[in-house]
């Protein structure tokens, strides 16, 4: 029986100068992806400017947008983005975003159907940089793009009731009030509005990465009933979760009616509990989230005022509740086809 050769003694250093090598070449890859993108977007908007100059000067019509179409995809079959469709998207794109900037979001960092989803789904300048931002800062995808400009998004992140300013430092407290939302939505559990808390949770954690989503950028899930023991007795935590940006543990607390002044001195002796038991030295202190059916912001804030501890108090929603106006004022994309066709003709 032969055994194999073992492998030839590397000289010392050789696992670090790989393991950088490894990180270069990935980083370079990744650099080459953006740098084509980049390149693509760039195109299609001098495609789009040229379409509306010819629009202008030489009276182009749809038909030519048709013939178009069919001539640059016979010429360059490997490459998908030269339907009419495509075009159309493109001349919109030259019309509304002539600098190819989101504010001060340059357009070439995002994905082309990020920009058509920007450009289709919401209708100020200022909306499109806030969404451009948060796509490019935590690398959504465009389903999530989506999805968060479905659930208003904007209008909802960091307006939570929190105390976060008097107990947290400036540094952290910007940060943290940022990271909570209100109302959160949790309307992909399929429960009604008569759910009971165990419910919730247990929904929750069975769609973890709707939830997860849905709380947003850095939450890492650790565990649901966590168990804490104080001298022999035992409480438990409805949600436990760690921010990776805020460096610290969170406690989520569910409460499925109306919120009450005594819900904030449970959830601080929780946070008081994890920041004396699990808590490490270089972590933040622990914050509580406090999430109950419905709340009124003024008991809320007067609640906070004397706790000790960062809590932010939300309502949550289980049947979708958010004002429709913004969906039916935007454009549908036959509308947008509509429109560039008659102004092509």
Not at 62 to 82: C, E, H, W
Not at 182 to 202: K, M, S, V
């Amino acid at each position: 029986m032969t055994t194999a050769p073992l492998p030839p003694a590397m000289p010392d250093g050789y696992s670090d100068w790989l393991r950088q090598l490894k990180t270069d070449i990935t980083s370079a890859r990744q650099r080459a992806v953006l740098a084509v993108n980049a390149e693509l977007v760039r195109l299609y908007g001098r495609i789009g400017h040229d379409i509306l100059q010819r629009q202008q000067s030489q009276a182009w019509g749809s038909k030519v947008i048709d013939r178009l179409a069919q001539d640059l995809t016979d010429t360059f079959p490997d490459m998908r983005g030269f339907s009419t469709r495509n075009l159309k998207y493109m001349a919109f794109f030259a019309q509304h975003c002539p600098d190819s900037q989101f504010g001060q979001q340059p357009a070439a960092q995002l994905p082309w159907f990020h920009i058509v989803t920007l450009l289709t789904k919401l209708h100020t300048a200022a909306e499109r940089e806030w969404y451009a931002s948060q796509a490019v800062q935590h690398g959504w995808s465009r389903t999530t793009l989506e999805l968060n400009i479905k659930n208003l998004l904007q209008q909802r992140q960091g307006a939570a009731v929190s105390n976060f300013t008097a107990r947290l430092p400036a540094s952290a407290s910007a940060l943290a009030h940022e990271a909570l939302k209100d109302p959160y939505l949790f309307d992909f559990l399929g429960l009604g509005n008569d759910a009971q808390e165990r419910e919730i949770e247990g929904g929750l954690i069975h769609h973890i990465t709707r939830f997860l989503l849905e709380l947003g950028a850095g939450f890492a899930f650790v565990g649901r009933q966590f168990r804490l023991d104080v001298a022999g007795d035992e409480f438990f935590i409805d949600l436990l979760f760690y921010h990776t940006r805020l460096k610290c543990y969170v406690v989520v607390d569910l409460k499925a009616g109306a919120f009450k002044p005594e819900h904030a001195g449970q959830l601080n002796f929780y946070l008081s509990t994890v920041d004396a038991q699990i808590k490490a030295e270089d972590d933040k202190p622990t914050i509580g989230l406090l999430l109950c059916k419905q709340q009124n912001r003024l008991v809320a804030e007067y609640a906070l005022s004397g706790i000790e501890k960062p809590i932010g108090i939300a309502e949550y929603q289980l049947l979708r509740n958010l004002p429709e106006s913004l969906e039916h004022s935007l454009p549908s994309i036959a509308e947008i086809e509509a429109e560039l066709t008659g102004n092509l003709d």
